[in-house]
């Protein structure tokens, strides 16, 4: 039955106030300063993977075919004779020398730990954390930390994780992925697929959330990234689908991410659903924490280097595009003079971070549909999706390239 004249005026006023009356969920477009720059540190590199900055000024990184650990002295320039060599590694595709983090006393123990992949006699898939102690420039004394193994042999060389860093409980996290087997990650006895967090020496600490486990979070899949966020203690993560769903994580004690149960947002009160959701996917690598509830994190498929801001409670205020390059990033660190730090293939790089322009008059309205529950939609270059109807306590912000 067609709607009358007086009904119709009736919906539309109805809509207007709608629109009028949903300032929390206006998406603000957060924009960066035409000002900002990139400047090429070191150019003609072999795959720098992660970097370390030393409390003395020297930057410590990977490269992960070469098996090579580097040092870039105060000055800018690259020693040519490597910290240390792991001569063992395997580094087909997304296997090498992945990680790396240093002491939180560092400039007393000169303890450098770096996570790698080798593969052993009978061809299983081995992720390994080595610690060496720094004696000026060189590495010495390697000392086995951590060992995990995938749970078949021949895996495909995917989905090693490999990022580590310690925590400011001065704990060690490091995310292992599931060695493409998937279902070991929804085993708490299994290491694999997992954020694990352990005590430097590579014991267990007591206040874990499973005992006598190494076990942190589990449900993970493809991880190539995380930081805390000092101001808050937050644990945020990225996280790579298959062909759908890349993730943005906060990283919860005892929490399970779902995978290979579901990914993305799963409507289902036992997993953490993430904070974005990628669609389709970009591959998030490294992130870095900028400012209190402010991140910047890579994009390997895109090339895209994105500026990520969150309230107190961890929902997403903005997301935005600052800078793209043509090569994927890889590592995205904080560097102690304020200038956020990131790796490509060949280089290693720096931006300079920019207050971002006031987002007022870039609010973008965001018509709310009206269903079994409230849908809230924006277009932001991205079209970001908030589900209030959602099981976890945390909305997550869907990404959908335009």
Same mark, same amino acid.
């Given at each position: 039955?067609?709607?009358?004249v =007086?009904s119709?005026?009736l919906?539309?006023?109805?809509v207007?106030?709608?629109?009028?009356?949903?300032g929390?969920?206006?998406?603000?477009?957060a924009?960066?300063?035409s000002?900002?720059?990139?400047t090429?540190?070191?150019t003609?590199?072999?795959f720098?993977? =992660?970097?370390?900055?030393?409390?003395?000024?020297?930057?410590?990184?990977?490269?992960?075919?070469? *098996?090579?650990?580097?040092?870039?002295q105060?000055?800018?320039?690259?020693?040519?004779s490597?910290?240390?060599t792991?001569s063992?590694?395997?580094?087909?595709?997304?296997?090498?020398?992945l990680?790396?983090?240093?002491?939180?006393?560092?400039?007393?123990?000169?303890?450098?730990?770096?996570?790698?992949?080798?593969?052993?006699g009978?061809?299983?898939?081995?992720?390994?954390i080595?610690?060496?102690?720094?004696?000026?420039?060189?590495g010495?004394?390697?000392?086995d930390v951590?060992?995990?193994v995938? !749970?078949a042999p021949?895996?495909?060389?995917y989905h090693?994780g490999g990022?580590i860093?310690? *925590?400011?409980d001065?704990?060690?996290?490091t995310?292992?992925?599931e060695?493409?087997?998937?279902?070991?990650?929804?085993?708490?006895?299994?290491?694999?697929?997992?954020?694990?967090?352990?005590?430097?020496?590579?014991s267990v600490?007591?206040?874990?959330p499973?005992?006598?486990?190494l076990v942190?979070?589990?449900g993970?899949?493809? !991880?190539?990234?995380?930081d805390?966020?000092?101001?808050?203690g937050?644990?945020?993560?990225t996280?790579?689908?298959?062909?759908?769903?890349?993730?943005?994580?906060?990283? /919860?004690?005892?929490?399970n991410?779902g995978?290979?149960t579901?990914?993305?947002?799963?409507?289902?009160? =036992?997993?953490?659903?993430?904070?974005?959701d990628?669609?389709? /996917?970009v591959?998030?690598?490294?992130?870095?924490?900028?400012?209190?509830?402010?991140?910047?994190f &890579?994009?390997?498929n895109?090339?895209n280097?994105?500026?990520?801001?969150?309230s107190t409670?961890g929902?997403?205020?903005?997301?935005?595009q600052?800078?793209t390059?043509s090569?994927g990033?890889?590592?995205?660190?904080m560097?102690?003079?304020?200038?956020?730090?990131?790796t490509?293939?060949n280089?290693?790089?720096?931006?300079d971070?920019?207050?971002?322009?006031?987002?007022?008059?870039?609010?973008?309205?965001?018509?709310?549909?009206?269903?079994f =529950?409230?849908i809230?939609?924006?277009?932001? &270059?991205?079209s970001?999706?908030?589900?209030r109807?959602?099981?976890?306590?945390?909305?997550a !912000?869907?990404?959908?390239?335009?």
């Amino acid at each position: 039955m067609p709607l009358k004249v =007086s009904s119709l005026r009736l919906l539309m006023k109805i809509v207007i106030l709608i629109i009028l009356s949903i300032g929390p969920w206006i998406f603000s477009e957060a924009q960066s300063s035409s000002s900002a720059t990139v400047t090429a540190i070191l150019t003609g590199l072999s795959f720098p993977i =992660s970097l370390e900055f030393a409390p003395d000024g020297r930057i410590f990184f990977n490269e992960k075919n070469t *098996g090579n650990i580097r040092i870039i002295q105060q000055n800018g320039t690259i020693l040519s004779s490597p910290f240390a060599t792991i001569s063992t590694i395997f580094t087909d595709d997304e296997s090498g020398l992945l990680g790396m983090a240093l002491d939180p006393s560092f400039a007393t123990n000169g303890y450098v730990y770096v996570y790698f992949t080798y593969r052993d006699g009978l061809s299983y898939t081995h992720g390994h954390i080595v610690r060496y102690t720094a004696i000026g420039n060189i590495g010495t004394a390697p000392i086995d930390v951590f060992d995990v193994v995938s !749970a078949a042999p021949n895996t495909p060389p995917y989905h090693n994780g490999g990022y580590i860093k310690f *925590g400011p409980d001065g704990k060690l996290y490091t995310q292992v992925g599931e060695f493409h087997q998937g279902s070991p990650a929804q085993d708490p006895s299994s290491t694999t697929g997992k954020m694990l967090r352990m005590n430097p020496d590579g014991s267990v600490p007591s206040d874990n959330p499973f005992p006598g486990s190494l076990v942190y979070a589990l449900g993970i899949r493809n !991880a190539f990234g995380f930081d805390f966020d000092p101001s808050n203690g937050r644990l945020i993560a990225t996280e790579a689908g298959p062909s759908t769903d890349d993730e943005i994580n906060i990283i /919860v004690k005892g929490g399970n991410y779902g995978w290979p149960t579901c990914l993305g947002i799963c409507h289902n009160p =036992s997993f953490t659903d993430p904070i974005v959701d990628f669609n389709p /996917v970009v591959t998030p690598t490294g992130i870095a924490t900028a400012a209190p509830n402010v991140y910047y994190f &890579g994009e390997w498929n895109t090339g895209n280097l994105e500026r990520l801001e969150l309230s107190t409670n961890g929902t997403v205020v903005s997301m935005s595009q600052v800078y793209t390059q043509s090569g994927g990033i890889i590592a995205v660190e904080m560097g102690p003079n304020g200038k956020l730090y990131f790796t490509a293939p060949n280089g290693f790089y720096a931006y300079d971070i920019q207050p971002p322009v006031s987002a007022t008059p870039n609010s973008i309205p965001i018509i709310l549909a009206i269903t079994f =529950s409230i849908i809230a939609t924006a277009v932001l &270059g991205y079209s970001a999706v908030r589900d209030r109807g959602r099981h976890s306590a945390q909305p997550a !912000a869907r990404i959908q390239q335009s």
